[in-house]
């Protein structure tokens, strides 16, 4: 059974950087992060697919770059230039092989199994 857990979480004043760690147990199709921040709805992130096809929320596109170790069986998603905007629990889920680019960011419900998540704080 897959099992997923992220590290690397905290906080950090605007513009500073974050590295998140997702360790998989397991195998997997895609994965990807995906974010909820409080009275907002939960938003994907970044994907990684099995091909190694990454695709990003315009929201963090040009900052967060996501990543996979295969070695290690770790996905990554290294943070820059973070905003306020930025603070959530962030989450990695993975979900079956999808057949459409950047399907899980915008159906991020669709895992089937996601981490218990990592809070990431950006203060103003």
């Known amino acids: 059974q897959v099992q997923l857990v992220e590290s690397g979480g905290g906080s950090v004043q605007s513009g500073g950087s974050l590295t998140l760690s997702c360790a998989i147990s397991?195998?997997?199709?895609?994965m990807y992060w995906f974010r909820q921040a409080p009275r907002k709805e939960r938003e994907g992130v970044a994907s990684f697919d099995r091909d190694a096809v990454t695709t990003y929320a315009d929201s963090v596109k040009g900052r967060f770059t996501v990543s996979r170790d295969n070695h290690k069986n770790i996905l990554y998603l290294q943070m820059k230039d973070l905003k306020p905007e930025d603070t959530a629990i962030y989450y990695c889920?993975?979900?079956?092989?999808?057949?459409?680019?950047?399907?899980?960011?915008?159906?991020?419900?669709?895992?089937?199994?996601r981490g218990r998540g990592t809070q990431v704080t950006v203060s103003s």
């Open positions: 397991g195998y997997t199709f895609d």
């Open positions: 889920a993975t979900g079956g092989r999808s057949f459409s680019r950047g399907y899980y960011l915008r159906n991020v419900d669709d895992y089937t199994v």
